[in-house]
């Protein structure tokens, strides 16, 4: 932390802060400039109140050298978080990008869930997504079939060995959720809900956090910070794009500069959703292959077997064989399958 005193500031104010500094048990160091006197702050500031120092007579601003998600930053933990799953794959690091796949809401037709499941398992896909407990802006919308539809989709699982995603709305549901699924997801509505994010920290499945639609990414680690400091270090972060002005063409803003820039201050994964990031099918390739050579670790796109009738978010889930088109060239972006030799692919 770093104290700019006001040009006019007299030796008796400087003195005050340094006092009150010095007496909470920190070293400081001033620096008399030509213009502007400056007082470095050393050691641990968790103690201190900068808003107070702050209001002091002849402050003029306080700087922060540190950020203040110290757990999940870089200069924390200079090596990237790889997570590892009990059937081996990972997500993370220089592990190949990982692919999410899967219905808003798990519905009561279960064939057509495992059809999905079935063609992601083929396209060489790792993770069914599904929502079983849907926070919804209507409270006349489906809010899904809650422990029937983690039933379904642990038996999807069992029939093609997929991991499951899906979301934790309530700390009440923590322990029902982790007895289905792999990764218990934190949706863009409560990305900020700090109990919930406590209490998903006392567990040791993995969390995957989604950015909310008006939050910085700043805001979005120190949500990470939370599960991370409350003893849980197997956090993803995902990227699902912001409101933005123009909401005639897509649903938001998907941030692909916020790929490289958690991957700068960040240690943790991210994985990026083109379908609520951009709301339209025909957008989820393009901008999943950008996201893709921006860095992510892994994309998450919705595919219903019927999105024609599909009970939420149907205008940006892709059909079966839509599905098998954007998969494929996706892969190759990835650099997993080569689809071109038809007759005998190869992985790279």
């Not at 919705?302 to 999105?307: A, I, N, R």
Request: charged letters at 25%; hydrophobic letters at 40%.
């Amino acid at each position: 932390m770093i104290i700019v005193m006001e040009h006019n500031a007299t030796a008796e104010q400087l003195n005050r802060v340094v006092k009150y500094i010095e007496n909470k048990g920190l070293q400081t160091q001033v620096n008399n400039g030509t213009v502007l006197n400056v007082v470095a702050v050393i050691g641990d500031k968790s103690g201190i109140n900068a808003e107070n120092i702050a209001a002091m007579d002849g402050v003029r601003e306080i700087k922060k050298i540190q950020e203040p998600f110290k757990l999940v930053s870089r200069v924390a933990h200079p090596e990237d978080t790889v997570i590892t799953f009990s059937n081996g794959v990972k997500i993370g690091g220089l592990e190949k990008p990982v692919l999410m796949v899967g219905p808003c809401s798990v519905e009561k037709d279960f064939d057509g869930l495992l059809k999905v499941a079935i063609a992601a398992k083929e396209m060489g896909c790792q993770f069914l997504r599904g929502g079983a407990f849907k926070p919804r802006t209507s409270p006349y919308d489906f809010q899904g079939l809650e422990e029937k539809g983690l039933q379904y989709l642990a038996k999807a699982r069992e029939k093609t060995g997929l991991l499951v995603v899906t979301e934790v709305m309530d700390t009440m549901d923590i322990a029902l959720l982790c007895q289905y699924a792999d990764v218990l997801q934190v949706g863009a509505r409560n990305m900020q809900n700090f109990k919930l994010l406590k209490a998903l920290g006392r567990i040791k499945k993995p969390v995957m956090i989604k950015r909310g639609p008006a939050a910085t990414i700043k805001e979005l680690l120190l949500a990470a910070e939370y599960v991370v400091a409350n003893g849980n270090p197997n956090v993803i972060l995902c990227e699902r794009g912001i409101k933005g002005f123009d909401n005639q063409y897509s649903r938001n803003t998907l941030d692909i500069a916020a790929i490289p820039i958690i991957r700068k201050y960040s240690h943790l994964p991210v994985i990026v959703d083109p379908s609520h990031g951009t709301g339209k099918r025909y957008l989820i390739e393009p901008m999943g292959k950008a996201a893709l050579v921006a860095g992510a670790h892994g994309l998450m796109y919705e595919v219903h077997h019927d999105p024609d009738n599909a009970m939420c978010d149907g205008a940006q889930s892709l059909n079966i064989e839509q599905f098998k088109d954007v998969t494929r060239a996706l892969n190759k972006v990835i650099g997993r399958i080569d689809y071109d030799n038809k007759n005998n692919p190869q992985t790279y």
